[in-house]
């Protein structure tokens, strides 16, 4: 699951969205950083503190993973998917078709929730606005065994370039899949990936109802514009 599905039901609990985050985003800040079941449990205390909040965020962030991933739908998605980049990719390609039907599937999927819930979009980016970023930092920095000065610069640039509203479009997600690509130190995508992102976009709105762990509310008349 991406940022989106991970968070789209807790735009009004501002840290422990920002929880649910939190493990992507130190991918692309501080990789070397982890975060443990095991050493975020004792801060989730049910306080309804800023801390604890937070740490439950992270919880729900790894049991929603280790429950989408062993997912029917997720596996037979993903499978879909798979032949696609392997013809894009051919002859071979080493393990970039998994990695990219994996990691394309999440990304679609925030696609179609977006498309179906834009305003909760502003929500989630206005909630994330909302949360001290150094707050934050300090918080991964009491519950994993390396600490990180790189995250809570990102908390502001991840809501200046609101980079999730360029899943709608296949052009603008090839410029983001193709920066997790450099990320991971693999070779860009080719132009030509526009097309199998518009056929695995059809395949994903089809099958989101099956994908999506619990249905998403629709918003109520008092919603975030």
Do not use: C
């Amino acid at each position: 699951m991406n940022y989106f599905a991970h968070g789209i039901r807790y735009t009004d609990r501002p840290y422990f969205l920002a929880g649910t985050a939190t493990p992507d985003w130190l991918s692309m800040a501080d990789r070397r950083v982890r975060l443990r079941p095991q050493h975020v449990q004792p801060f989730a205390d049910g306080s309804g503190q800023p801390q604890a909040e937070f740490a439950a965020g992270v919880l729900q962030h790894m049991e929603d993973d280790d429950r989408f991933h062993r997912s029917a739908a997720f596996f037979e998605v993903s499978g879909a998917l798979l032949p696609l980049f392997r013809k894009l990719l051919e002859p071979h390609d080493g393990f970039r078709p998994g990695f990219l039907a994996h990691i394309v599937t999440e990304l679609l999927m925030d696609a179609v929730l977006i498309e179906r819930h834009p305003e909760m979009l502003r929500a989630y980016y206005a909630a994330i606005d909302a949360v001290d970023a150094e707050l934050i930092q300090q918080s991964v920095n009491a519950m994993a065994k390396k600490p990180t000065e790189r995250l809570a610069g990102v908390l502001p640039l991840f809501t200046r370039e609101g980079f999730l509203w360029d899943y709608l479009d296949s052009e603008r997600l090839l410029y983001r899949l193709n920066q997790v690509m450099r990320r991971v130190k693999l070779q860009p995508l080719p132009p030509e990936t526009t097309a199998v992102l518009d056929e695995s976009r059809l395949l994903v709105r089809a099958r989101i109802d099956d994908l999506i762990l619990i249905p998403v509310k629709p918003p109520t008349k008092d919603a975030p514009p």
